[in-house]
């Protein structure tokens, strides 16, 4: 499990920096204001889907059954489901095309006539990434069954990198229609190697079929995990809403800190992918040792990251981003967004152990609750907090989301969270109180870097994370 999250982890890294190096160009180059928010509005629905996909929401679905056929059903499947997939993609695409300034209106009514008249006309091109990020996610299915993640982890890199370079390229001159299509060049990019990866392993594009059994079995398993996505993402468009009606800039603002807080996130999507691999072999006590050793290791990965977040936020901002996001929310809001960091981490490797077994209606359920909840909170932190409520509302969220899967899983008595909250809860408040006034940004991310490094060790020597669940509780 550790090799292939490791090397995982190294490949989405890459992507995710460079991710961060668009969102950071493109301030940059653009500033907080209406420019940027129009595109980051337009990238919205694009992006969600590409981050849905590269989190496994196909893989969840499709692994199990791709993994109980033989060599020769397993290429009829991917024959069926190529061009099927392929359809639905360019469907959706399309209905975006058409549908922009609706979807636009819908998604960011605080932008004014013409921020909304740009992100239509941004949304129109980068509609047309989602039938790479589709065929993308099918192909990934093959390589994972055979345990082959680095390939596939690639792709964030491979998508970033054409507007990322645009943008280093062009700066303050570049265009914002310029640099959708350059999202849908790196689409493309994102796609080839696994083309070419699977023509390996015998797949040709003539050998399509369009017999609608596996899609059909496909669907069975994929409604529930999409009425779940369709509830998460529901949650991101209305913080984006209530982000454009708390004033201009403040979209750009929240969608940074987000991006600045996913990056400790991509060693937990690694360690997501690899563990659903690995528990979809195993049941009973087998499996339940493999997410036993699993949250060991979220936790070890997620609190002194956030820790570390919440701590030296300022300097992190001084340091990392344009000068003018110093002066602005984004050190207090990057602080804020930290904390459902920790007390989410657990809940997609929750959910992916009943995916295992799979059970794709019961993690439906919990986390419908949970962004129910979510949602109403976002009514009413964000009025009373500004935009710190936004991450409130998501840490109540992800809270109930956790508690509700471990009880009807029965798992309450079997994973220690009341200890790992508590503790978190703890150090996430004396990092508020101690670290994050310093004045001097040198010394706040030394001290911030010293204490959450002294954590991470007190962690493993707590978790062990390399041992058996019974060899570390004698």
């Known amino acids: 499990m550790g090799g292939k999250t490791l090397w995982l982890t190294l490949a989405t890294l890459a992507g995710l920096a460079a991710g961060f190096a668009r969102e950071w160009l493109l301030v940059a180059a653009w500033g907080g204001g209406r420019h940027s928010d129009a595109f980051v509005l337009a990238l919205f629905v694009p992006e969600a889907v590409r981050m849905t996909l590269a989190g496994g929401l196909l893989a969840s679905a499709a692994l199990p059954l791709y993994r ?14 190529t061009p099927q997939l392929l359809l639905v993609a360019l469907a959706l695409a399309a209905t975006l095309t058409v549908g922009a300034s609706l979807w636009v209106m819908l998604l960011g009514p605080g932008l004014d006539a013409a921020g909304r008249q740009q992100a239509a006309a941004n949304l129109q091109y980068l509609a047309w990434t989602l039938p790479a990020c589709v065929l993308h996610a099918l192909f990934a299915i093959p390589l994972q069954a ?8 690639l792709g964030s890199l491979l998508f970033n990198l054409p507007p990322a ?34 023509w390996r392993l015998g797949w040709r594009p003539w050998q399509a079929s369009l017999r609608s059994e596996a899609l059909r079995e496909l669907g069975g398993r994929l409604l529930p995990l999409l009425g779940s996505n369709v509830a998460s993402q529901g949650l991101a468009l209305l ?4 982000a454009s009606l708390l004033g201009e800039g403040v979209l750009t603002w929240v969608n940074l800190a987000r991006k600045l807080v996913n990056l400790p996130l991509v060693a937990l999507m690694s360690l997501n992918q690899v563990l659903l691999g690995l528990m979809s072999g195993q049941a009973g006590a087998q499996r339940l040792a493999l997410l036993q050793r699993g949250i060991a290791i979220t936790s070890l990965l997620s609190l002194p990251a956030a820790v570390g977040m919440v701590g030296a936020a300022p300097a992190l ?18 602080a804020w967004f930290a904390v459902p960091l920790v007390f989410g ?17 019961l993690p439906l359920h919990c986390e419908l609750a949970g962004s129910a909840a979510n949602a109403v909170l976002l009514l009413a932190l964000p009025v009373l907090l500004g935009p710190a409520g ?11 989301t956790g508690w509700l899967l471990m009880r009807k899983m029965g798992l309450l008595q079997s994973l220690p969270w009341l200890q790992h909250w508590g503790l978190s809860l703890a150090l996430l408040a004396l990092a508020r109180g101690l670290l994050f006034p310093l004045t001097s940004p040198l010394w706040q991310l030394l001290l911030t870097t010293l204490c959450a490094a002294v954590l991470l060790l007190a962690l493993l020597a707590w978790l062990r994370p390399w041992q058996t669940v019974g060899a570390r509780n004698r």
Not at 146 to 153: D, K, T
């Open 317 to 334: 901002v001084y340091w990392l981003l344009p000068a003018s996001s110093s002066t602005g929310p984004l050190p207090l809001l990057l």
């Open 345 to 361: 981490a657990w809940n997609a490797m929750l959910a992916r152990y009943a995916y295992a077994d799979g059970n794709t209606q």
């Open 239 to 242: 913080e984006r809403l209530i």
């Open 146 to 153: 055979r345990e082959r993640f680095v390939l596939a982890g």
């Open 68 to 81: 109980q056929r033989d060599l020769a059903g397993q290429r009829q499947w991917l024959a069926m489901l």
């Open 165 to 198: 370079l645009y943008l280093a390229w062009r700066g303050t001159a570049s265009s914002d229609l310029a640099l959708a299509a350059n999202c849908v060049l790196g689409s493309v990019l994102m796609l080839l190697p696994l083309l070419v990866a699977n």
């Open 390 to 400: 936004i991450a409130l509302a998501a840490w109540g969220g992800a809270l109930l």
